[in-house]
């Protein structure tokens, strides 16, 4: 990444006066978003499954979505194409609106400095996360068995996981869904960071919930991550920080399970 090209703290998610969406048209794109996040990984997990899965366990629906979602070929492509389809009607709203791309969802080099201190913070949440996992005694992984005992190759899994489910996830929930929420706040009578403030609290904890393969526990630890992803997006002014923050994570998590997996 190139060093100090942006100013820092930057909120900016359209050079028009008038937000690309209404009160009313965040809150259906929001509910809209998160429908469409669901749909497409069902959509994925049935044509990854009649793909992929034997003729024994593709000759109905139900089949498929009770065997492809244990099997870690399926998922791994099911991210994949979920991918796609997400990123896809993101750019599609976004065009339709009339919005800048570049800009809503702003796709801009950040500050090397700030990286190296967003991810200084992320390895603090990392080391505490991991303390407090060890001392409650937990196994936020478990759901990852299945899935890597199944898999046609690790690799597969691991770049589903590890790379391709963050950038889908940060386009919608610090990308589309952030910029949409923010521009609803930028009235001269709310203050400067009323906006991120209500963006972060609510695309985080959006985010937490729809981590449906997790406990309580897990959930709320996710809560905290995706408010440190949100201060990634303010103090860069970048959504490319979050999602290098989000593969960062989710690679170590990775990386720790394979470990204790061999």
């Known amino acids: 990444m ?23 048209g965040t809150f259906v794109l929001t509910v809209g978003m998160v429908l469409a996040f669901f749909i497409s990984q069902l959509v994925g997990v049935y044509i990854a499954g009649k793909l992929v899965l034997p003729a024994d366990e593709r000759t109905s629906v139900g089949r498929i979505f009770y065997f492809g979602s244990n099997d870690g070929t399926v998922v791994s492509l099911s991210i994949l194409i979920g991918c796609i389809l997400l990123v896809a009607i ?11 791309l570049r800009q809503y969802l702003v796709l801009k080099p950040f500050s090397l400095s700030v990286g ?3 991810l200084g913070l992320l390895l603090i949440f990392m080391i505490a996360s991991q303390t407090l996992t060890y001392v409650l005694d937990m196994a936020p992984l478990v759901f990852v068995d299945p899935l890597y005992h ?15 489910a963050p950038i889908y996830e940060e386009v919608i929930f610090r990308g589309i869904l952030w910029s949409a929420i923010v521009e609803q706040f930028t009235a001269p009578s709310y203050s400067a960071n009323h906006g991120a403030i209500v963006a972060s609290i609510v695309t985080s904890l959006i985010f937490a919930v729809i981590h449906v393969q997790y406990g309580i526990y897990e959930i709320s630890t996710i809560v905290v991550l ?13 959504l490319l920080l979050p999602i290098v923050l989000h593969i960062v994570n989710n690679g170590a998590a990775m990386w720790q399970y394979i470990a204790q997996a061999a």
């Open 2 to 24: 190139q060093k100090n090209l942006i100013a820092p703290s930057s909120t900016t998610v359209s050079p028009k006066s008038l937000p690309l969406f209404s009160r009313v």
């Open 90 to 100: 993101s750019v599609l709203i976004i065009r339709l609106k009339g919005g800048s």
């Open 116 to 118: 190296i201190g967003m």
């Open 150 to 164: 199944s898999v046609s190759s690790v690799w597969l899994l691991v770049f589903a996981m590890v790379v391709v």
């Open 226 to 238: 995706a408010l440190i992803f949100c201060y990634a997006r303010i103090k860069s002014g970048s």
